[in-house]
């Protein structure tokens, strides 16, 4: 299957402070990848979705300034955190779908995850 | 709005007994269904899918999941689990004609017991 990584796995920072996160698709194309927060023991919860050349779309609640995405290829998509604070810590991930379809059609692959922990 | 129901918070099964994992879901059309499996600091990965034609749908790791439109329902089964099966299992709904805006169940946490 189609190959999503995210860079870096772990990351702490000091409260204040921004970080970026990468999302790849390696072996495939996508025009629309997805950011997801993933509170401890809790659900996915669709933050974004980052459109290549254009604005995210963000969900209900979510503040854009605090979460900037950026899109610039095919291929890549960052999410950062602005002035990130301990509320922020939690478990990111991003999904991509190939734009390509085929047997993959309608299949969201995702990255391995970002742990963030603001100290 | 849809949405999705997993009952079952934690389940813990012996290695070499059947499993079987519920999901609900609340979707106003005919819905894109999908069960994930997430190993601890672990991205997700897709078991199976359900997006039409037959309602048993198979899937990796002898994964199988039955759609039931009149229970509104799509659960996961295995007919014998192993150690490493221990991990969340997602159930998420997409809304037709693709997965982009996945709608995830709060999840299952599988111990297996040797």
């Known amino acids: 299957g189609a190959v999503v990584s995210q860079h870096p796995s772990r990351v702490i920072c000091k409260s204040g402070t921004s970080v970026k996160i990468e999302c790849r698709s390696l072996d495939f194309q996508a025009t629309t990848m997805f950011w997801y927060r993933q509170f401890p023991k809790q659900s996915l919860m669709l933050m974004a979705t980052?459109?290549?050349?254009?604005?995210?779309?963000?969900e209900q609640g979510v503040e854009k300034d605090k979460f900037l995405i950026n899109h610039a290829s095919l291929t890549l998509s960052t999410l950062t955190v602005t002035s990130a604070h301990p509320e922020d810590s939690s478990f990111y991930i991003c999904s991509a779908r190939d734009i390509a379809g085929g047997t993959s059609a309608g299949e969201l692959f995702f990255g391995e995850g970002s742990r963030l922990t603001v100290l | 709005a849809q949405s999705v129901t997993q009952p079952d918070i934690h389940i813990t099964v012996s290695e070499g007994a059947s499993l079987e994992l519920r999901c609900n879901y609340s979707?106003?059309?005919?819905?894109?269904l999908f069960w994930y499996v997430q190993s601890p600091g672990q991205g997700l990965q897709l078991l199976l899918k359900y997006f039409s034609g037959d309602t048993l749908v198979q899937g990796i790791k002898g994964f199988e999941a039955e759609f039931k439109r009149s229970q509104s329902s799509f659960n996961l089964r295995k007919p014998s689990v192993h150690w490493s099966d221990a991990a969340e299992y997602f159930c998420?709904?997409?809304?037709?004609?693709?997965?982009?805006?996945?709608?995830f169940g709060t999840g299952t946490q599988l111990k297996v017991e040797l």
């Open positions: 979707y106003g059309a005919t819905p894109y």
């Open positions: 998420a709904v997409g809304p037709t004609g693709g997965g982009n805006k996945l709608t």
């Open positions: 980052s459109n290549e050349g254009s604005k995210a779309t963000y």
